[in-house]
């Protein structure tokens, strides 16, 4: 019956927060590996969930980038009241994304969405690191930096390590050595081993892991039964009062490995 499955569904993300020992899961019905609407339905859980976590006064969110965060942020919903104002800010720079799916094109998308505001942070992709240095001291990109360095709230996506790496066109060398060290995960330009330690970082600009462990609101959104392995990794060491949107398909594979 719908009851049973609901039971069910609760049980799931009970199991699930307390095997990874977070705030909170939620789980969406289907597989995002293949049903779109599951991503849609990201948005209308990432909207209430916003909404229950953020208090009222000045808000600033930082959003990382992906094909999620961006179908995601399409479905979101008004956040914004009389009392609760929300600036939507990436949370990286640079990283290596096509345009679409920058999270300076989601952090737009969700300030358009909730009727917030956005700021962008100007540093284009695939720069050296000398001319990326350089950037840094620009007042207008210190400015959004800083903006960064307040956030309140983190929303993310976590993927696959050896995918993610070849998306952002990462050099022979570097995939040889994430194979090497079992990289599985990737998020905020990080690579996680299966026990989700950090075995490469990709140097770059706004908030670091440490800053996020810091943030008291950090939603990590991923599904797909494909995306399993890497959700696993990534929230072993996951901050504790992250809280996870998931859909069934990887809920179910995560639970199989316990
Ligand atoms: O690039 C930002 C990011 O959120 C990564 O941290 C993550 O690995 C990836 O996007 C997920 O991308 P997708 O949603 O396209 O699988």
Redesign the pocket.
Known sequence: SVMNQLLGMHQVEKEISQYFGIKRCIVVAGNSDNQEKVLYEFGDILTDSLDLLLPDGDNIVAV??????ALTAEHMGTLETEKRHNLFVPARGG?G?AMT?QANSVSAVMASKTGGHHRALYVPEQLSLETYNSLLQEPSIQEVLTLIEQSNCVV????RALH?AARRKMSDDEMVMLKQNNAVA????YFFDEEGEVVYKIPRIGLQLKDVQKISNVVAIAGGKSKAKAIRAYMKNAPKQTWLITDEAAANEILKGV
Not at 156 to 159: E, R, T
Not at 186 to 189: A, D, I, K, T
């Open positions: 990382m980038g992906g094909t999620t965060m990283i994304e799916v993310h996506s976590i993927g993610m990737e998020s905020f330009g």
